[in-house]
Structure formats: structure tokens, C-alpha cells
């Protein structure tokens, strides 16, 4: 019979939710551009100008960018080192938009073709949604409903851009 203290259940409850966390660390670069350091000290830049959004152990990154003037939200999809577009079958992606007070506001970001990389809708890196409520946001928060990257599907990521932030 094993015999679990008070504090010794603690600890490992503590322990258990830490490791949940995602050890991201946001960084504003000097030129505006938005980083990432993980707890290993690796170093990534949103290619975009950008929130990046760690996928997993440097499985994928996810670049979130917000034009509050245009009212749009832009998705991309990126590798374990947010270097490189990553095509997915998707021709949309839901997205939830937090709101204070108010219920969360689906947008969809629909598949965007791009020539000049020969991406498609259903084959393809780059989602993008507009929306009005997307206009007063500043900083945000929300999540994605679901994603399937090389085979693995994401349910529920959860995203957060600060104010001023250019996701």
C-alpha cells in the first residue's frame, strides 16, 4: 500500500499542470516582428510579423496575424521551426474569437490559393477570415477548433495575442 501525503499530492498535482503549460515566452522584437524562446532557449521568429503559436514539441508553428484596420485575421501554417509553410487539407478553419463579456464569435478563415507557391484551396498554408468584430479587437484571445497537421489533429488551440501586437 503506497501512503500519499497532503504536500506529496501537491506537488505532483503542481508538477502535472506545469507541464501542461506551454513554455513560450513572448518577445517583441526591434523590428516589430513577434519571437518565441522556449524553455531550451531556441529562438523563433514569426516570418510574418506575427504571433506565433507552438504546435506540440516543435512539431508545427501556427502564425496568427491581425489587420484591426481591415478587419481580418490571417492563419499560417508552419514547421517545427516556423520556417517553412506547411499544406494542409483544409479549405477553412474555424476560429473562436474570445470576447469580454459576450460569447465567443466564430470566424471562419477560409483556404487562400497562392500562384506564385502553386498552394490551392484544400492544399494549402495560408487561411485568412474577415470579420467586424475583428476591427475593435486590439489584443485577443481564442482558439481553433480543429486542424490536422501531417496527420495530427489539433482540437481546441488555444491563442493569444497582446495588445498591440500586430498577430
Do not use: C
Amino acid at each position: 500500500m503506497v501512503l500519499v501525503t497532503h504536500r506529496t499530492l501537491r506537488v505532483l498535482l503542481a508538477t502535472a499542470v506545469m507541464a501542461l503549460i506551454p513554455n513560450l515566452l513572448l518577445a517583441q522584437t526591434a523590428a516589430g516582428r513577434t519571437t518565441t524562446r522556449d524553455h531550451k532557449g531556441h529562438h523563433h521568429e514569426a516570418p510574418h510579423g506575427g504571433t506565433l503559436v507552438e504546435v506540440g514539441d516543435h512539431f508545427a508553428f501556427l502564425e496568427f496575424v491581425h489587420d484591426a484596420d481591415a478587419g481580418t485575421l490571417t492563419l499560417y501554417v508552419l514547421d517545427g521551426s516556423a520556417e517553412k509553410a506547411v499544406r494542409v487539407t483544409h479549405t477553412s478553419v474555424t476560429f473562436m474569437l474570445n470576447r469580454q463579456g459576450a460569447p465567443a464569435v466564430p470566424i471562419e478563415l477560409k483556404a487562400r490559393a497562392r500562384a506564385i507557391t502553386g498552394e490551392t484551396v484544400g492544399d494549402t498554408s495560408e487561411f485568412v477570415g474577415s470579420a467586424d468584430v475583428l476591427k475593435a479587437v486590439k489584443g485577443g484571445s481564442g482558439r481553433v477548433v480543429h486542424l490536422t497537421i501531417k496527420g495530427q489533429t489539433i482540437k481546441d488551440l488555444a491563442v493569444t495575442w497582446p495588445v498591440g501586437d500586430r498577430p
